[in-house]
C-alpha cells in the first residue's frame, strides 16, 4: 500500500490542477482521493497519521465541492480544497453526481463534523440527483430524503426513512443484488433508526451487526477481500460520528472503524 500512494497522489494532483473546468478532473478527483483516504488506513487502521486525516478531510472537500458547483445558480462557486481556494464552474446535473455519490459526500462530512457543508448538501435538491442519469434502487432516493430532511430538520424524517427500509427489501430490489442490500446498505438505516430513538443500547446492537455484516460481505471471497473499498465501513462510521457527537457513547471497537475519525481526534488542528 505504501508503494501505491505516491502512485495516486501524482494522478489526484494532475485531477486538482484541473478541477475548476473539467468533468474528467472531478470525477478523477472524486475517486482517487476517497481511494487513497481508504489506502492510507490499511497501514494506519486508527487514522493517528497527520497524513491520514488530511487524506480524509481532502476527499471530504472534493465531494462537497462537485455538489456546490452543481447545484449553484452563479457563473462558478469558491471552494476550498487542500487549503487553496478554487473557484469551480456551476454544472447542474452530471452522470457522476448521482445519489450514491451524494451519500459519500454526506458521510464524509459527518465524518469530519462539517456543519456548513452539510448544511449545503441537504439543499441539493432531489430533483438533480434524479437529473443525472442512471437508474439506481428506489431505496437509495428515500435514504437521501431521509438524511436531508434529518438534517433540514423537518417532520417528515419517520415517513422518509420507514419508505427507505421498506424499499430497501429484496422484492423492490432491481439493481442491487440483496447480499449487497442486506449487508451494506440495509445496516447504516437501522443504525439512524436507533439514533432517532436515543436508543443507546439498539444503536450499539445496530452498529456491531452492521460491522459483523461488513466483515462477512468483504471477506466472502479473495476478490472481495482485495478491493479498497471495503477497509472502512464509512456509512456506519458516518453515523456513528453522528451519534457520539449528539452523546450516545460507542461501545464497539471495529477495525473498520478508525478510532481517530470516530473520536474526531483532529478537532481544531485544520481549517476545513
Not at 430490489?173 to 443504525?191: F, G
Amino acid at each position: 500500500m505504501a508503494a501505491v500512494v505516491p502512485v495516486l497522489e501524482e494522478g489526484l494532483a494532475n485531477s486538482l490542477q484541473n478541477i475548476e473546468t473539467s468533468h474528467r478532473a472531478r470525477t478523477g478527483a472524486l475517486t482517487t482521493s476517497l481511494n487513497i483516504a481508504r489506502i492510507r488506513c490499511v497501514g494506519d487502521p486508527d487514522a493517528v497519521m497527520l497524513e491520514t486525516w488530511e487524506s480524509w478531510l481532502l476527499a471530504m472537500q472534493v465531494s462537497s465541492a462537485v455538489f456546490a458547483a452543481a447545484s449553484s445558480d452563479q457563473e462558478t462557486v469558491t471552494c476550498k480544497i487542500r487549503q487553496e481556494e478554487r473557484q469551480l464552474t456551476a454544472t447542474g446535473p452530471q452522470f457522476y453526481l448521482n445519489a450514491g455519490t451524494w451519500l459519500n459526500a454526506f458521510f464524509l462530512a459527518l465524518i469530519c463534523r462539517e456543519t456548513a457543508r452539510l448544511d449545503m448538501l441537504a439543499q441539493v435538491p432531489a430533483s438533480l440527483l434524479r437529473d443525472c442519469g442512471g437508474v439506481p434502487d428506489e431505496y437509495v432516493y428515500a435514504w437521501v430524503e431521509t438524511l436531508r430532511s434529518f438534517w433540514l430538520r423537518r417532520d417528515d424524517v419517520d415517513q422518509h426513512l420507514v419508505r427507505a427500509v421498506d424499499l430497501s427489501a429484496p422484492e423492490h430490489a432491481r439493481i442491487m443484488d440483496p447480499e449487497t442490500m442486506s449487508k451494506l446498505k440495509y445496516p447504516p438505516m437501522m443504525m439512524f433508526y436507533r439514533y432517532l430513538r436515543n436508543d443507546a443500547a439498539g444503536f450499539n446492537e445496530a452498529l456491531n451487526d452492521a460491522l459483523r455484516w461488513h466483515k462477512e460481505y468483504w471477506t466472502a471471497d479473495e476478490d472481495r477481500t482485495q478491493n479498497i473499498e471495503g477497509v472502512v465501513a464509512i456509512a456506519p462510521l458516518a453515523i456513528a460520528c453522528l451519534a457520539k457527537t449528539n452523546g450516545i457513547p460507542i461501545e464497539v471497537e471495529s477495525g473498520y472503524l478508525p478510532t481517530a475519525l470516530l473520536d474526531f481526534a483532529w478537532r481544531g488542528e485544520f481549517d476545513a
